[in-house]
């Protein structure tokens, strides 16, 4: 079994059809499209999406997949209605364009764990009854903060409606994390149960956040999805450099014949979001990873 592999169209830095000309000519099996910038952003119409697959299939590639980028994550309040109906918007695009994931980033998962409650100050003589004129107002009177606990509910449930929706129009969710917490992943997919749901593996984040990435992934791949393959250096200050595959501390020869090991059959998808060269950075990318994938006939 060897791995298929992917490219988005942003990294070409051109109109969407050239992208998409220039991925066939690389010889790339996928691409991946940004449904809200270069599909929703147009209004493209029932026939202006059988044109967009037709082209996409005579430059001999398949949609790997609808990404939808957010400002927010999927557990904050702020616009959360409009944030999902644009997501169920890329959803209704995938049985059309014959994809079956959209990409949707998460950010952290919540830890519902129990937080450690801080004591009250003693304010006594000093609060509105002693001032009259003061502008604090009581405790009834504020609001209830909202705890991480909050959080991970309001995520479950956000998740829970659009698998379920997901799985009405024909794809799968799939999250986009910020840090690998298995145990926090595990107990976000047993409260998801109205349709499917996965995760991107994205080697970088394994980096910034300081996780070994092989082991990482070894421990999350049965919800694994997706994989976005990107490199990078850990900083100093526990930041993160994206860097082109190859020039960062990915080690590819290792994380590669995991994912055949381990019978991972979606795309692998080269990326590079920043840089001043990305469409070479992605090619070159590309032709690391199949120099380092088995051939056919070697098993």
Same mark, same amino acid.
């Given at each position: 079994?060897?791995?298929?592999? =992917?490219?988005? *169209? ?16 690389? #010889? ?20 202006? !999406?059988? +044109?967009?697959? +037709?082209?996409? +299939? ?9 990404? @939808? ?20 918007? &890329? ?10 994931? &959209?990409?949707?980033? @998460?950010? !952290? ?25 003061? !502008?604090? /107002? ?12 909050? #959080?991970?509910?309001?995520? @479950? +449930?956000?998740?829970?409606?659009? =698998? ?11 999250? #986009?994390? *910020? ?24 080697? *970088? &984040? ?7 990435? $092989? ?44 994912? $055949?090991?381990?019978?991972? /059959? ?16 992605? !090619? ?16």
């Amino acid at each position: 079994m060897s791995l298929r592999l =992917a490219v988005t *169209a942003a990294d070409f830095g051109t109109p969407l059809r050239r992208a998409i000309l220039r991925a066939g000519r690389a #010889q790339v099996p996928g691409i991946r499209l940004n449904a809200r910038h270069e599909i929703l952003a147009e209004n493209i119409s029932s026939s202006g !999406l059988r +044109q967009l697959l +037709q082209y996409v +299939q005579e430059n001999r590639m398949e949609v790997a997949g609808l990404s @939808c980028p957010t400002r927010h994550s999927l557990a904050d309040q702020e616009y959360l209605e409009e944030r999902i109906s644009l997501i169920r918007s &890329v959803m209704d695009l995938a049985l059309p364009l014959k994809t079956s994931k &959209v990409l949707v980033p @998460c950010g !952290l998962i919540p830890d519902p764990s129990p937080e450690p409650t801080a004591e009250e100050p003693d304010d006594a003589g000093v609060g509105p009854m002693a001032d009259p004129f003061s !502008l604090t /107002t009581s405790s009834a009177e504020t609001s209830k903060p909202v705890t991480r606990t909050d #959080q991970f509910s309001t995520l @479950c +449930q956000v998740a829970s409606d659009l =698998a379920g929706y997901g799985n009405h129009v024909g794809c799968t969710l799939t999250l #986009q994390l *910020a840090n690998y917490d298995v145990s926090l992943i595990e107990r976000l997919m047993a409260a998801v149960v109205t349709g499917p749901l996965q995760i991107t593996f994205d080697p *970088a &984040v394994a980096v910034f956040t300081g996780a070994p990435v $092989v082991d990482t992934y070894r421990r999350v791949y049965q919800s694994v999805g997706d994989v976005r393959a990107r490199d990078g250096r850990r900083n100093s200050d526990y930041s993160g450099t994206e860097t082109a595959v190859g020039d960062g501390i990915v080690n590819w020869e290792e994380l590669l014949p995991t994912l $055949v090991e381990a019978d991972y /059959t979606d795309w692998v998808c080269v990326e590079r979001t920043c840089g001043d060269h990305r469409e070479s950075d992605v !090619l070159n990318g590309v032709s690391r990873v199949k120099s380092l994938l088995p051939h056919p006939d070697e098993g």
